[in-house]
């Protein structure tokens, strides 16, 4: 799985960021913000839920434990 990052206008504050499968599919979203090499998780790529929001910071998911940040 690989990391494409769509950018964001320079108002923003992060840009957006999807997973790419082997496929080409994109699967799962989140951002990454400008100041930080983290990556926010708000839909898993691997079981495709949506994170709880107290999780979606820290880039693992809730409810599969899929680390967003060891790509």
């Not at 494409?4 to 999807?18: A, E, F, G, Q």
């Not at 910071?57 to 680390?67: E, I, P, V």
């Amino acid at each position: 799985m690989q990391l494409k990052i769509y950018k964001n206008p320079p108002s923003h504050d992060s840009d957006d960021v999807r997973f790419l499968l082997d496929t080409g599919k994109e699967v799962g979203f989140g951002y990454k913000a400008r100041d930080e090499d983290r990556i926010g998780l708000i839909r898993c790529p691997k079981c495709e839920a949506e994170n709880y929001a107290m999780s979606v910071a820290s880039g693992q998911c809730a409810w599969c434990g899929f680390n967003a940040n060891d790509l």
